[in-house]
């Protein structure tokens, strides 16, 4: 079974439009969603939470229509969106109380345990906690009701490195658990890489690139070559290149660098790679 | 849904609860008026305050996310809507509960208990109010969920809610009283929840189609369900607005009181000295209503249906009408007692037994003296009052009306009256009067006109006139310069006295030491009475059933004109209340009574803000 399965999902908003994503994200794995800003990541994620409502395709979260049996399916999601989502009045212990009513699953001593361990004081009100306390607290929500998917839209945004590497930790303890599945989006790149089993590249409201992480690296390699060199490679095998005066550095496809001093390649550099190819 | 009502709770106790204080608060102190108070502002600044919640959740991100959670939109809507309803309906608490207080508060002679219940305006202008709001409320959420909690939105209802508070207090204090005429209409106060109520459910599917995204089973279903609603609310509001204005062209019966019997004089003679004895050794004014209206209740009077401030004896024969003192409204401020069968026939008489018979009275008799004369000459006051005149000297005036078949040299039988003032002790002074005789009257403008055809035109002048409108709350120099405009002339011999230009009414205007018009008393000189030869008590009936309650003025005025029952008296004064009070008097001389002889009997009608508000017939 699948954890998501996106098929030929549409939507428009004026002049951008979110054009026949196809993704899937198989129950146990972790799936980052990459793309600059406004490609359409976020719009994604609230097409599948059904926060807004999609023009055409097909939605299912653990092998049900989303539209149809939201309420059901929400239970077993954990959302953290982009920016803190509790009202301002809110204590902890206010949060617990209206979690507690809302999920059929949700798990008390779990809750304040990982306020404790997020150094957060539950009687401190919403509104007095830093950006990445904030943050924290909706983690900690999330990971409260015995979720099987976490849906996250770029929870790591404006917080500071120290405290993205705690956040991106505590993922990795959840998805320990291999029911669990992940499904988060981010333009910080190098936060995927450590975590995600599937990466997909979205650029201008179309999946340009969605495969497993480990086969894109394994897929692709930077040579460093002369134009000469570059110009025997067959088009589809260059992804991308960048020529400078000391030659030129190429992203290319593995099986086309047989002869050439091969480097590994990083997502980002692939992310940065895909787009400008695509522009 | 029980997580939403949580966080609503929660957000209402930290952000609004601080609005429900005020208007309990301010209810309460103001729930002495036991009317329309500063309630209705709080309850105003509470809907208008709603969309507050929205920006809030905008604020906080918290519309978004609150669609991540295992809730449906409809859960989403209804909690809104209870939190909302339920702030709604204890502000509503408040108002009725200070209505209550103020109801309390103005029978208090009655310590403090209930002796009625709350009158019947009360529950109607409470229904009124609560349906203006409830619209409002049912207006403004749909609204909220379609534009959320934007600034924009939340500045637009800042206005709305300005306005509806002075539309609901201005118009509740214009129509202040006036309601009685729905009193009848015991079904309205319910038509109009209902039919809120309905409006209410017809503005929740309306919030759940537009928060519903997605083309789920709520939009098509709901969608049906509002329009359903919606047609059922118009409904309801349209008959309601039938009944209403039904009710107002109709008005309702009489609410003279439940005793019509004309039972013989000689009970009402021994129920008068039986009042003279309880209630005549000393002034009642400025005493407490409780212990007046207990002694009443034991010799026998009954307290009327709608009237609570009216009283009448066993045989229904006497009247009593007990005016509050203000500002502490346990006392009594003014008294009326009316007789029935009062005034006194004379087969033949001169203008020299009349007079006899104001002489049997002297200014330093005692009340008691003055009591026995009465029983000695068999008379009975037709009207016994006891007020504050000139704003200071409490006095107690006994009017005795008599009139008479045939006068010396006249054709036509004349009234007499006759006045009697004490200070509760003793005669301060005597007057008499005699109708439709006036010195140095005039010669008539058109020499072929009737003296009945002259007054009946000066009457009728008057009322089109004069009585357009309220005229003692204007200072009594605009009131003589509107009668000089008219054409009238200041008597030679009375200073506030004026005359029609052909003599047959008199005008005269009562001020206190503040030089504001008390009372303004209008005359009719017809020459002779309204006369039926002979008539029972259903013909007499009849005669008051022209008008009702609720009519307007303009319209009694009319009617008046048409029936050839143009007033015999027009008395312009304050009531018990302070609202201008108009009172039109049309006296009749019935021939045969049932075949028992000849009968005075008059009807008179009281008006207020335009409309009847009383009739009585005696």
């Known amino acids: ?63 049900k229509e989303m539209t149809a049996d939201a309420k059901e399916i929400k239970n077993d999601i954990g959302v953290v969106l982009d920016e803190p989502c509790f009202p301002e009045q809110l204590k902890g212990l206010q949060i617990n109380k209206i979690m507690k009513k809302t999920y059929k699953n949700w798990n008390e001593e779990t809750f304040f345990s990982l306020l404790k361990r997020f150094d957060i004081d539950e009687k401190k009100k919403f509104k007095s906690l830093s950006k990445g306390m904030k943050m924290k607290m909706s983690i900690a929500v999330a990971l409260s009701h015995d979720a099987k998917l976490l849906i996250l839209d770029e929870p790591t945004s404006g917080l500071d490195p120290v405290i993205r590497d705690e956040i991106v930790d505590i993922f990795y303890e959840f998805t320990r658990n291999p029911t669990n599945s992940i499904l988060i989006s981010s333009h910080i790149v190098s936060d995927l890489e450590k975590l995600c089993d599937y990466i997909a590249f979205i650029h201008k409201g179309k999946v340009i690139l969605c495969d497993e992480k480990d086969r894109l690296l394994e897929k692709y390699c930077v040579i460093h070559c002369t134009a000469e060199e570059l110009s025997q490679f067959s088009d589809d095998a260059v992804m991308h290149k960048k020529e400078s005066p000391y030659g030129v550095e190429a992203i290319v496809e593995r099986y086309a660098a047989d002869g050439f001093e091969t480097n590994p390649v990083g997502i980002e550099e692939l992310f940065v790679a895909v787009v400008k190819e695509a522009k | 849904m029980k997580g939403l009502l949580s966080k609503e709770f929660c957000i209402w106790l930290k952000t609004r609860s601080w609005i429900m204080l005020y208007v309990w608060a301010i209810s309460l102190l103001t729930s002495t008026s036991g009317r329309v108070s500063i309630s209705v502002a709080g309850m105003g600044i509470l809907i208008g305050s709603i969309s507050s919640s929205f920006l809030y959740d905008e604020k906080s991100n918290w519309q978004k996310y609150c669609k991540t959670l295992p809730c449906t939109p409809l859960e989403r809507v209804s909690a809104k809507y209870i939190i909302h309803s339920a702030e709604f309906f204890i502000a509503v608490a408040a108002y009725v509960i200070s209505n209550i207080i103020g109801q309390i508060n103005y029978y208090s002679s009655l310590a403090g208990f209930f002796v009625s219940p709350v009158p ?69 106060p319910a038509l109009i929840i209902a039919a809120s109520i309905v409006i209410l459910g017809a503005s929740w599917m309306i919030s759940v189609i537009i928060e519903t995204n997605s083309d789920s089973v709520y939009k098509k279903k709901f969608k049906k369900i509002a329009i359903i609603l919606i047609v059922i609310a118009v409904a309801l509001a349209s008959v309601t607005a039938f009944e209403f204005f039904k009710s107002e062209e109709n008005g309702t019966a009489d609410q003279s009181g439940k005793y019509d019997s004309m039972d013989s004089l000689e009970t009402t003679a021994e129920e008068i000295d039986k009042y003279y004895d309880l209630f005549c050794g000393e002034l009642n004014i400025g005493t407490k209503i409780y212990d007046y209206v207990l002694t009443l209740e034991d010799a026998g009077y009954v307290q009327d249906e709608k009237h609570t401030d009216i009283y009448y004896s066993e045989s229904g024969n006497i009247m009593i009408d007990i005016g509050i003192s203000y500002p502490s409204e346990n006392k009594i401020g003014k008294l009326n007692i009316t007789c029935k069968n009062a005034t006194k026939a004379f087969e033949s008489a001169t203008y020299g037994s009349f007079k006899n018979i104001g002489l049997s009275f002297k200014k330093g008799m005692t009340e008691a003296e003055l009591h026995e004369k009465f029983n000695e000459l068999e008379i009975i006051p037709c009207e016994i009052e006891e007020n504050t005149f000139n704003g200071k000297d409490m006095m107690r005036q006994y009017s005795f009306e008599f009139i008479t078949p045939v006068f010396e040299g006249e054709k036509s039988s004349i009234e007499y009256t006759l006045r009697i003032d004490t200070d509760g002790e003793k005669v301060t002074n005597v007057t008499d009067l005699m109708m439709n005789i006036r010195e140095n009257a005039p010669v008539p403008t058109d020499p072929e006109e009737t003296p009945l055809e002259i007054a009946n035109r000066e009457v009728t002048s008057l009322l089109t006139e004069f009585c357009n409108e309220t005229n003692i709350d204007k200072t009594p120099r605009k009131c003589i310069k509107k009668l000089k405009d008219m054409g009238y002339s200041e008597s030679e011999e009375y200073y506030d006295l004026y005359y029609s230009e052909d003599g047959k009414v008199s005008v005269s205007l009562v001020t206190d030491e503040n030089d504001n018009l008390e009372k303004i008393t209008a005359v009719a000189n017809y020459g002779e009475m309204h006369y039926i030869e002979s008539a029972t008590d259903e013909d007499l009936k009849k005669l008051s059933d022209n008008f009702t309650v609720g009519m307007s003025e303009d319209k009694l005025q009319q009617k008046l004109v048409e029936l050839d029952m143009l007033p015999d008296v027009i008395t312009e004064k304050y009531g018990s209340d302070n609202t201008p009070v108009r009172s039109y008097e049309i006296k009749y001389s019935i021939g045969d009574y049932n075949g028992n002889g000849s009968l005075p009997y008059s009807i008179t009608i009281d008006t207020s803000n335009g409309k009847i508000v009383d009739i009585f017939a005696f």
Not at chain 1, 37 to 56: F, P, Q, R, Y
């Open chain 1, 1 to 63: 079974m699948n954890a998501i399965e996106i098929k030929n999902l549409c939507k428009s908003y004026g002049s951008f439009r979110l054009e026949n994503v196809d993704l899937t994200l198989p129950c146990g794995c972790i799936m980052g969603l990459i793309g600059e800003n406004g490609a359409g990541k976020s719009t994604t994620i609230n097409l599948l939470l059904d926060i807004i409502k999609k023009d055409s395709g097909e939605i299912r979260v653990f092998d």
């Open chain 2, 120 to 188: 019947s305006q009360s529950h109607i202008e409470t229904a009124l109010i609560i349906a203006s709001f409830a619209v409002f409320f049912a207006i403004q959420l749909p609204i909220c969920f379609k534009f959320k909690g934007t600034l924009r939105t939340v500045l637009s209802f800042i206005p709305l809610t300005a306005f509806l508070i002075i539309y609901i207090s201005t118009a509740f204090t214009a129509l202040n009283g006036n309601l009685t005429v729905f009193s009848e209409q015991k079904h309205l």
